[in-house]
């Protein structure tokens, strides 16, 4: 079907594979698990509570995860499957501040968004620094087969750039948007062109 649809001309068919393991994928390597409700996408729970706890925030070592281990393994399935001729898309690349909201308490971090930003942005680094990390990895595992700009987007290997998912932008004032979002969306955007 996917070599079928590949000669299709339609901009609604995407043609290259997906390595999608939720929404959550970033926020496991910061310690977060995935709960499956059923056949439901996967669900993470919030590790902190307050901003307090996110002084001593870094970056963790990316890829360790069992779910982004997941990710690199469908890559790397297929490219055996189809023998590299299909394009590879990254997975679901959730924004810094979607991934944020994923592992803080929801309603201490949107009253943080709104009232105190600027204590955010040691963990919205941290996310910056693991999203360049694990797509760079993501990059390489694809190797020759890589399509961008991602998930969800039509993509293709001579495009550039990263597709991520900002949905939390329609729940915010612009000033918390300016203050939360743009700088990290923005090294995103610099970092792969």
Do not use: K
């Not at 079907?1 to 390595?19: F, I, K, N």
């Not at 307050?50 to 399935?77: C, Y």
């Not at 990254?90 to 949107?110: G, I, K, R, W, Y």
């Amino acid at each position: 079907g996917m070599a079928t649809s590949a000669e299709w001309q339609s901009d609604w068919v995407y043609q290259h594979l997906d390595p999608w393991y939720g929404v959550g994928v970033y926020a496991t390597a910061f310690g977060a698990h995935y709960y499956w409700d059923g056949d439901s996408a996967p669900q993470t729970h919030p590790l902190w509570r307050s901003l307090d706890e996110l002084e001593a925030i870094r970056t963790p070592q990316v890829g360790r995860s069992e779910e982004m281990q997941e990710v690199l393994r469908r890559i790397r399935w297929y490219r055996a499957l189809t023998h590299d001729r299909l394009p590879i898309c990254l997975t679901d690349t959730q924004s810094p501040q979607d991934t944020a909201s994923l592992l803080m308490e929801t309603s201490e971090f949107f009253a943080a968004c709104a009232a105190q930003p600027e204590r955010l942005a040691p963990l919205l680094d941290a996310i910056t620094d693991a999203i360049i990390a694990f797509s760079e990895m993501q990059i390489e595992a694809i190797g020759p087969n890589l399509a961008l700009p991602g998930h969800q987007m039509i993509c293709h290997p001579a495009w550039s750039g990263i597709s991520i998912s900002d949905d939390n932008m329609a729940l915010l004032s612009p000033t918390a948007y300016a203050a939360t979002c743009v700088p990290y969306n923005s090294r995103l955007a610099r970092h792969f062109g």
